[in-house]
């Protein structure tokens, strides 16, 4: 049965505590990876670098 969740124009939510950061929709999945379009909102830039720094690690295979 395959994932609702990674059907693509799902809507995932990230939150930190009870504030919404930001917003990522689904566009495509490749097992394991699922590729989405980012909405960031208030909030959202605390956790910027880190998110950078995850997205240079998968480029660079690290």
Request: without cysteine; aromatic residues 8%; negative net charge.
């Amino acid at each position: 049965m395959a994932n609702p969740n990674l059907t693509t124009g799902s809507v995932w939510r990230l939150h930190h505590g009870d504030q919404e950061i930001a917003q990522l929709t689904v566009t495509g999945a490749d097992m394991p990876w699922t590729h989405a379009e980012v909405e960031t909102l208030p909030g959202f830039e605390e956790f910027r670098s880190l998110f950078s720094e995850q997205e240079r690690a998968a480029d660079e295979e690290d």
